[in-house]
């Protein structure tokens, strides 16, 4: 039998299997055993170096671009130009280095999961070891608080209870049992195991250690977590893609104006290879990854603002293209806070509002709120929760109540409050005599208390179908009827369909003289108080961000360890779009990924499933095409989370390994930040095409002036070091306005974009031609009207230079709209940043045109006044022929999508 299957053999069979015994190893036998299996801790993984991970940054296509304007700026002596293009490559590089060098801390975080220390019987006698000496065979000793050190089957316990939430995701710690289980049973189902990195809350008890390290469940976590794939994000990808084209196109197009300028106009090679420098150089937009970096940026401290921390850049444009969102239930979606919800008494189902453990909310009844003075049955209800019950209520410096134990009993509690019970005072009114604990073998609790005045009551809390047998009344409007079984049967099973655990409530007036309590007083003659349903509910918030998700366009899954009834009734109360089925883990074991693939589009349940089957599952949503998102909080949701798209972890409750292995860490734990940071994400998207429709007809307009002069044979209107001037000084300030712009309207009610369409549109592609045109009209236009009237050539360039730069401040107020008008106050004035970047650029132009220093630079001269009036105009007139054809698009009904 394999080392997975250890939780169907008993426990004997184990102690057998492992050549061990119930007293543990010999010294000896530990260390041969040691040296067989190895330390108990995870091996680190093979990592790249610093210095690989810092030049892999400049493993892209862009970048090679931006890296060959620097050579060739460097090899036409602009070494200042120069400088300033590898600077922009560099700062790119040390970004993304500090960025994506903290993703290798996932697996140092689940390492660090391992308990320290561990009590192992060695020679029949207890020691305190150091966990990494455990080896299978040894006998460890747990209790409560303890970290399990190793994956043990258990061989002794007394009510032991375990959270295994981070690798389940069960809301309730798991009481344990000593039984075997089938061979196939989930994780959560293997009552036997204790599982190395999960929590004793509870209790004490004894296992065999049968795995350790790597071999672990943990372990093997961590290994998927090395094996996973990261996915190139979809932004880069179009971007890898944009700069092969646009490369291609640059080579062909200086190519062929070498070729023209030699053979058809008769220049020098040398003129040529000049003029197809300038033009390679005018074509290539160097601005844009630097342009890119920072509109990432800036969305990363929006998204701050509004609670999501973004940890690699990429990620935040990845969020507009989310199509699914995969969601943990547990502390995602829910809030990880057992609530009491209902309470069943012999008079009818009572609702019970508030969640989580805050103390303040109502019962209500078919819709309107009850009073509890008419309700003595469920003050009663609520009193017995509250005797029959180990956790702890104390009055913070607040003034609220504040409680801690099981989840399950701090519900009761919270119950109890807001039926307006004080616990302290309930407690020493009825003080508690004696008690018969909880255990999963009788699975109930019952405590004997008196009342100072010589009466004395047993109040027991169970299962209903433990309870019910045991029960020969019921309490109805105070007095105490036959049993009405049939009843209670219906009862419980319209609350558990409602996905919500039930624990039935009730009790028995004893002997005055009663002192202890023993099993045979609980055997019989109860009388049935009610029913409470309790369950893990969802958080309002995420609710409503369900919604909004559906209305982008975004479907939303929930993935969890939770049984699938609980899964599907959380679901129809998130308004999940099918809740009628839940697909279980056994299921998606038993299907082939293609299956898989099929079944996954129209499912929006998964119950009972383990990391592989999360895994799979966001594998299976990737392969139709999809863009998706992972939240989740636990160690078993690290490799999931590595996978997707867009991982996303909880801040507050979520592990250091799923932070660690996410894109994004909520901060305050809720869900609804998700809907917020994919608005921001989608606006980030949007800004960046934004940049490059307005960066691009830049580039087109200096590349065509360029080929326009070689077509007519005249000198170049502007040279490649003018050319460098005006890319960096409108990128670093034209552009960047753009990164500022705030969200178009109705972002959140459009689709996500096609993650595999090309970044630019043929809508687009027309715009960049059609400015680039105008462009070339007016400064080649300008150009030439100088040099006719007499103007030497610096002077006619600067002409040029100017012009070309005023035509994109004009420009830029354009651009802040795809297809809307820009002439009114909000479109002109809206972004305050684009006008101060508008008056910026002009100022920079009067250095560039009036200063000693920039003239000797740049070859620049004094301009007039005609000629600020005519490159005024110019720019004026561009700002109006576009916003023409943007109303002639309109008309046409080419409303665009960003």
């Not at 140092?108 to 308990?115: E, F, G, Y």
């Not at 919270?414 to 005072?425: E, F, I, S, T, Y």
């Not at 059609?770 to 006619?796: C, H, K, N, P, Q």
Request: contains cysteine; negative net charge; proline residues 4%.
């Amino acid at each position: 039998m394999g080392d997975s299957n250890w939780h169907a053999l008993s426990g004997e069979q184990v102690v057998e299997a492992l050549s061990t015994s119930i007293n543990g190893l010999s010294g000896e036998e530990a260390r041969g055993r040691l040296a067989q299996y190895g330390p108990n801790q995870l091996p680190p993984p093979p990592r790249a170096s610093a210095l690989q991970r810092f030049l892999l940054q400049f493993h892209n296509v862009l970048i090679y671009v931006l890296l060959a304007a620097g050579v060739v700026t460097a090899l036409l002596g602009h070494w200042v130009d120069s400088g300033v293009i590898v600077g922009v490559v560099l700062i790119n590089a040390v970004i993304g280095f500090i960025q994506e060098g903290k993703a290798e801390k996932a697996l140092d975080a689940v390492r660090a999961m391992l308990s320290p220390r561990a009590v192992a019987l060695r020679d029949g006698q207890k020691h305190t070891i150091d966990a990494t000496e455990l080896v299978p065979g040894d006998v460890v000793w747990l209790q409560s608080g303890d970290r399990v050190p190793a994956d043990l089957r258990l061989i002794r316990l007394k009510e032991l209870n375990i959270d295994e939430a981070l690798l389940t995701g069960e809301s309730v710690p798991a009481s344990k049992r000593r039984d075997a289980v089938a061979a196939d049973a989930v994780i959560g189902d293997r009552v036997g195991m204790a599982w190395s990195g999960t929590l004793v809350t509870s209790g004490q008890g004894a296992g065999v250690v049968v795995a350790t390290g790597e071999r672990t469940e943990i372990g093997r976590i961590s290994a998927m977590l090395q094996s996973v794939q990261v996915l190139e994000t979809p932004l880069l990808r179009q971007m890898s893609a944009f700069a092969r084209v646009l490369t291609g196109a640059i080579l062909v197009i200086a190519l062929f104006a070498f070729a023209f300028g030699t053979l058809v106009r008769d220049y020098s090679a040398v003129e040529m290879f000049m003029a197809a420098v300038g033009l390679a150089v005018a074509a290539i937009p160097e601005g844009l990854p630097a342009i890119i970096t920072i509109t990432l940026a800036i969305g990363v401290q929006r998204m701050a603002r509004r609670s999501a921390i973004i940890r690699r850049l990429p990620a935040v444009e990845t969020l507009g293209a989310v199509t699914v969102v995969c969601s943990d239930k547990t502390g995602t979606l829910t809030r990880n806070e057992m609530t009491a919800q209902q309470v069943a008494v012999a008079g009818g189902l009572f609702q019970i509002t508030g969640g989580g453990y805050d103390p303040h909310g109502d019962f209500v009844r078919e819709g309107a709120t009850v009073d509890l003075e008419h309700a003595p049955t469920l003050i009663e209800v609520s009193r017995v929760g509250l005797l029959c019950n180990d956790a702890g209520a104390h009055s913070g410096e607040d003034g609220q109540w504040h409680f801690d134990g099981d989840p399950t009993e701090m519900a009761l509690l919270v119950l109890a409050v807001k039926a307006g019970l004080n616990p302290h005072r309930t407690l020493e009114q009825y003080p508690r005599i004696d008690v018969i604990p909880f255990e999963s073998e009788h699975k109930f609790m019952a405590t004997l208390h008196h009342d100072h005045a010589g009466h004395r009551f047993l109040c027991v809390k169970g299962a209903p179908e433990v309870l019910f047998s045991r029960c020969t009344h019921e309490r109805r409007e105070g007095e105490d009827r036959l049993l009405d079984l049939r009843a209670w049967h219906d009862r419980v099973h319209a609350i558990a369909a409602d996905g919500q655990r039930t624990l039935a409530i009730a009790v028995k007036v004893m002997p005055a003289e009663l002192e202890q309590i023993d099993f045979r007083d609980v055997d019989e003659g109860l009388t049935l108080l009610g029913v409470v349903g309790i369950m893990d509910p969802p958080r309002d918030e995420a609710i409503r961000a369900v919604a909004a998700c559906h209305t982008a366009g975004i479907d939303v899954k929930m993935i969890t360890g939770d049984h699938a009834i609980t899964a599907m009734a959380i679901g129809r109360r998130l308004g999940l779009s099918d809740t009628s089925h839940a697909l279980t883990g056994v299921e998606i074991e038993a299907m082939s990924d293609a299956e898989l693939r099929e079944v996954v589009r129209h499912t929006d349940v998964f119950a009972r499933v383990s990391p592989e089957h999360k895994l799979r599952l966001v594998e299976a949503i990737q392969a139709s095409g999809d863009v998706a998102a992972m939240t989740g909080d636990g160690v078993n949701d690290a490799p999931a989370l590595k996978r997707a798209d867009v991982g996303v972890a909880m801040g507050l409750k979520g592990t250091e390994a799923a932070k660690e292995a996410a894109e994004m860490v909520l901060a305050d734990d809720n869900f609804a930040s998700i809907e917020h940071a994919i608005e921001e994400g989608r606006t980030v998207y949007d800004n960046i095409k934004k940049s490059i429709l307005f960066i691009l007809p830049t580039n087109g307009g200096e590349a065509l002036t360029i080929l326009a002069a070689i077509a007519l044979g005249r000198s170049l209107p502007v040279t490649a070091a003018q050319i460098l001037w005006v890319n960096m000084i409108t990128a670093v300030t034209l552009a960047l306005s753009l990164a500022f712009e705030p969200a178009e309207a109705g972002i959140m009610r459009r689709n996500p974009r096609d993650p595999r369409a090309p970044i630019l549109n043929g809508f687009m592609i027309w715009r960049i031609l059609f400015v680039s045109v105008l462009m070339v009209v007016g400064t080649f236009g300008l150009y030439i009207w100088a040099r006719e009237g007499g103007a030497d050539v610096e002077t006619a360039r600067t002409v040029a230079v100017n012009t070309l730069v005023v035509m994109e401040a004009f420009y830029l107020f354009n651009s802040r709209y795809l297809l809307d008008g820009v002439l009114n106050m909000e479109g002109l004035f809206g972004n305050p940043k684009a006008v101060l970047a508008a008056g910026l650029v002009i100022f920079f132009q009067l250095l560039y045109t009036y200063t000693p220093p920039m003239q000797a630079m740049f070859q620049s001269r004094p301009l007039g006044w005609l000629d600020w009036a005519l490159i005024f105009g110019a720019g004026l007139i561009l700002l109006l022929l576009v916003e023409l054809e943007k109303a002639v698009m309109r008309r046409l009904g080419h409303r665009a999508v960003l």
